[in-house]
């Protein structure tokens, strides 16, 4: 990616690897070393910006794929970025978006897996439209990602 392209928004992630294309081109314009971001996270956990400092493995590690994107690691790639934190919310947002395409994705091959983790999210879900009388949220939860397994993305 050349110094002068954009970086993708987070408004315009839809799946895992929007996000971690986005967070990489993120990371790439910021122009930091590995071991700059790990000084640069340090410093940023000190002042209370991040909860933790991450290490320039786990930097190198995210950019290479090596290990899965985390909440964790995504936080420190926007922050030692200069992502302004008014801005923050948007990448929770891609995060949340990214995440439930992954169990869409994995409802859709029938998983087990997501339909547990429907049943432990169940309150986190947003609803479907019309299903106010429901009294049982997981339905309503799963309801929910079966309409938005059949929408057009």
Same mark, same amino acid.
Request: charged fraction near 25%.
């Given at each position: 990616?050349?110094?002068?392209?954009?970086? %993708?928004?987070?408004?315009?992630?839809?799946?895992?690897?929007?996000?971690?294309?986005?967070?990489?081109?993120?990371?790439?314009?910021?122009?930091?070393?590995?071991?700059?971001?790990?000084?640069?996270? %340090?410093?940023?956990?000190?002042?209370?910006? +991040?909860?933790?400092?991450?290490?320039?493995?786990?930097?190198?590690?995210?950019?290479?794929?090596?290990?899965?994107?985390?909440?964790?690691?995504?936080?420190?790639?926007?922050?030692?970025?200069?992502?302004?934190?008014? $801005?923050?919310?948007?990448? $929770?947002?891609?995060?949340?978006?990214?995440?439930?395409?992954?169990?869409?994705?994995?409802?859709?091959?029938?998983?087990?897996?997501?339909?547990?983790?429907? $049943?432990?999210?169940? $309150?986190?879900?947003? %609803?479907?439209?019309?299903?106010?009388?429901?009294?049982?949220?997981?339905?309503?939860?799963?309801?929910?990602?079966?309409? +938005?397994?059949?929408?057009?993305?």
């Amino acid at each position: 990616m050349l110094r002068e392209e954009k970086p %993708k928004r987070p408004d315009m992630v839809v799946t895992p690897t929007d996000l971690w294309n986005a967070l990489v081109s993120v990371y790439a314009l910021s122009g930091l070393t590995y071991r700059k971001a790990e000084q640069k996270a %340090k410093h940023l956990a000190e002042q209370g910006v +991040l909860a933790h400092p991450i290490s320039r493995a786990s930097f190198h590690n995210f950019v290479t794929r090596r290990t899965p994107l985390t909440r964790r690691i995504m936080l420190a790639v926007i922050a030692v970025s200069d992502v302004p934190q008014d $801005e923050w919310i948007f990448w $929770e947002s891609a995060w949340r978006s990214a995440r439930m395409e992954f169990v869409r994705s994995a409802a859709r091959d029938g998983s087990p897996a997501a339909r547990e983790y429907l $049943e432990q999210q169940r $309150e986190h879900l947003p %609803k479907v439209w019309g299903s106010h009388g429901t009294t049982d949220p997981l339905s309503n939860a799963a309801r929910n990602v079966a309409s +938005l397994t059949r929408m057009q993305i």
